[in-house]
């Protein structure tokens, strides 16, 4: 699974549906329209069809605005984008004007990707880093002003800034440059993505490559194959050790940390982490772990956010006041994903109470059990036992044991002997007047209704976890709570 992000820019070459499609499936993560060049009814069109197919696809594509001016970004808050790339910045105070903007039509949580394009962007980078939610190296710009033999040194030192502040970083401009006329890559181009990704580039984006290029996909693969390629390489234990060296010590850096470190020792197959805001997935991500990092969140717009984030596979996940609620919620919609799968060992983070951004503060190990029904639990307890299929006491007699999971079509009065003493009730009825729902609250028996299928999906004799807390019943013996 590809960590470094792509960022493209979609015009003439890739704005049709069939290549966005396309690009999606190959590695796009951000979709970026760019305002210097064309009107605004051409990228109006562009974003409604980007918003189209993300939503076909299920995939959270974010979109960023490149802007020139003002009324670039009011166009950029009606059309709901989820970047703003603001050109030429050259001191804290650019940043902070757009900000202002944001605030006065209310989307101030519209995250600004500054763009540094020339010397006094350079001069002033530490306070643009500090007020910015994220950096562009647009490397063009920079070496028309600044000596070209300067600009390796310089990307550098802005992505080792950037990775110490916790802001993504996107290397920029001529990743591929020879791939708008060629199927392939140079031998230097190949080299200069890997190396971007080597410095710590969370993100990486194409240009004219996509824009007006004449192989727009090949350009995605290969940026994407480079990707994978590169990341297998790195000493992610040496990371993790420099990184903690590097990081001030607060409570979320720290739980982070200890994330990444558990992950690593225990050789996780992903890391899971609960966010509100997307503070706690992108303080994970500053470590660099091999395994994934799941970004569950309730909200589409920190979903799409997390997109831009190195080694963020962003997941949307119901509302839920409940820490345990939220964390199988979080789990369920990894395995909806495909990104864990039953068995799977993973770290969880999040915060407690569930919902207050910035407050990281429980770490959690867990096994991965495999979901065979979900229905509508009652109570808020988790179960393990052996099942025993009935929906009449002829077809229980002589095979329930006691503390057995009663799995039945329906319950009624003559199964009540069987009832109490069964450890959890699994019906295919729905309805929280049916029988099975009243007996499950009376007694409190932990109790799945509306389980669709269960008499005939679960065995006589199998073993299997029941969480009546989020009406899951899992495979196996499995600790979700």
């Known amino acids: 699974m590809k960590k470094t992000k792509i960022v493209c820019t979609i015009g003439p070459a890739s704005e049709t549906e069939e290549v966005l499609r396309e690009l999606i499936d190959n590695g796009l993560n951000i979709a970026r329209i760019d305002f210097s060049c064309e009107d605004q009814e051409n990228h109006k069109k562009r974003i409604d069809t980007i918003k189209k197919i993300r939503e076909e696809v299920d995939c959270p594509i974010g979109i960023m605005l490149d802007i020139k001016d003002v009324d670039d970004i009011k166009f950029g808050i009606e059309n709901g984008v989820d970047f703003i790339a603001a050109s030429f910045i050259r001191q804290a105070s650019d940043v902070l004007e757009i900000r202002r903007v944001l605030e006065e039509n209310e989307v101030g949580d519209t995250w600004i990707i500054s763009k540094i394009e020339d010397q006094e962007g350079i001069d002033h980078i530490d306070e643009i880093i500090n ?49 708008i006329r060629n199927p392939r890559p140079t031998r230097a181009e190949a080299t200069d993505v890997a190396n971007a990704i080597l410095d710590g580039s969370d993100s990486l984006m194409l240009s004219e490559e996509t824009t007006i290029g004449k192989y727009p996909v090949e350009a995605v693969k290969t940026m994407s194959n480079i990707s994978l390629r590169t990341e297998a390489s790195l000493d992610y234990s040496e990371i993790l050790c420099s990184k903690g060296v590097e990081k001030e010590n607060t409570t979320t850096g720290a739980i982070s940390r200890a994330t990444c470190t558990i992950a690593k020792d225990l050789g996780a197959d992903a890391i899971i982490s609960v966010t509100s805001s997307g503070y706690t997935a992108r303080a994970v991500s500053e470590f660099r772990p091999r395994a994934p990092i799941v970004g569950a969140t309730t909200s589409k717009k920190v979903m799409r956010r997390l ?158 976890t029941v969480n009546s807390l989020t009406g899951l019943i899992y495979k196996g013996r499995t600790n979700t709570l």
């Open 131 to 179: 007020v910015s939610d994220g950096i562009i190296i647009s490397r063009g710009n920079l070496g028309i002003e600044i000596m070209t033999e300067k600009i390796p040194i310089l990307q550098k030192n802005i992505i080792k800034k950037c990775n110490k502040a916790g802001k993504p970083v996107i290397t920029a401009t001529q990743m591929l440059d020879s791939m």
């Open 307 to 464: 997109s831009l984030i190195w080694g963020v596979c962003p997941v949307l996940i119901a509302q839920s006041n409940s820490t345990d609620e939220v964390i199988d919620l979080s789990i369920h919609g990894a395995l909806k994903k495909g990104y864990i799968e039953g068995g799977n060992l993973i770290v969880i983070t999040a915060g407690v109470p569930v919902g207050v951004s910035g407050l990281t503060n429980l770490i959690k190990v867990h096994t991965v059990g495999e979901v065979l029904l979900k229905g509508i639990g009652i109570g808020n307890s988790a179960v393990t036992g052996k099942v025993c299929v009935g929906s009449s006491p002829k077809e229980i007699e002589g095979k329930f044991e006691k503390n057995d999971i009663l799995v039945s079509v329906a319950t009624d009065r003559d199964m009540m002997k069987y009832i109490e003493e069964a450890s959890a009730i699994v019906v295919e009825q729905g309805g929280l007047t049916s029988h099975a729902a009243i007996i499950g609250i009376n007694l409190g028996i932990p109790t799945i209704i509306g389980a669709n299928g269960a008499t005939r999906i679960l065995k006589d004799d199998e073993m299997i």
